[in-house]
């Protein structure tokens, strides 16, 4: 008898006279593997956070990937926007792209979104502003933005407005924030994306809900 013949009979053997033994087997083989993915698995994370290396998360690994991208290209974009709209905030026209840039935190990553950091100089460090005339502030200068975008001043970006889940119309590019930090002001903008749009509309429900909003946002409502 030939080796897979015995082999065959060997099995058919034990499939119908001893199939609880075939269970069995499997279910320890199964038992084994399960045991010894799940070992390797902790290994792995555990020399990752021994080498102070965080384990890999493919979705914010892309995120950052583009942040690293879009960053050139949105200084330019505030940079020229800072430019024309410094002055009529009381801040210091900037010179030179570097002079806009916060070293060692180009921008930060929250909910899949880039905010991207800006600082600007302020005229008089003396003033300190209140949130009513930063929102002011913001809205200036996202219109300044819009405008050199609707212009043309960057035709090598192909960007366009962006309309989200709600009928809501949003530029390009938002300036999302701008504080006073003392003798600078700090700006965040973003390129935005169906995620950002997502956060400014859950953004302003929550504002409601504090009281402080009127209607639910909807294609009227302008961030």
């Not at 053997?13 to 038992?31: D, N, P, Q, S």
């Not at 991208?69 to 900037?94: C, H, S, W």
């Not at 180009?106 to 003396?126: C, E, T, V, W």
């Not at 300036?175 to 950002?196: K, R, S």
Request: hydrophobic share 45%; proline share 5%.
């Amino acid at each position: 008898m030939s080796c897979s013949e015995t082999f065959i009979w060997c099995a058919s053997y034990l499939l119908k006279y001893r199939f609880e033994w075939v269970v069995v087997a499997g279910l320890v083989i199964w038992l084994y593997a399960y045991i010894k993915f799940r070992m390797d698995k902790k290994a792995a994370e555990a020399a990752a956070q021994a080498a102070n290396v965080p384990v890999a998360d493919p979705v914010l690994a892309e995120v950052q990937i583009q942040a690293e991208k879009g960053y050139p290209i949105m200084r330019n974009i505030m940079f020229q926007t800072l430019k024309e709209a410094a002055a009529d905030i009381g801040g210091l026209v900037p010179r030179l792209l570097q002079e806009i840039e916060i070293p060692g935190t180009h921008y930060m990553l929250a909910n899949g979104i880039s905010f991207y950091q800006f600082q600007l100089n302020k005229a008089d460090p003396r003033i300190q502003y209140q949130p009513a005339d930063l929102s002011e502030f913001r809205v200036l200068v996202q219109a300044v933005c819009s405008r050199l975008i609707h212009a043309g001043n960057f035709p090598t970006l192909g960007m366009q407005d962006c309309m989200d889940a709600y009928g809501n119309w949003h530029d390009a590019v938002c300036v999302d924030v701008i504080e006073d930090v003392g003798n600078t002001f700090i700006i965040q903008a973003v390129f935005t994306t169906p995620a950002y749009t997502e956060y400014l509309y859950q953004k302003e429900l929550n504002r409601q809900d504090s009281g402080t909003g009127g209607s639910v946002p909807d294609a009227t409502w302008k961030p």
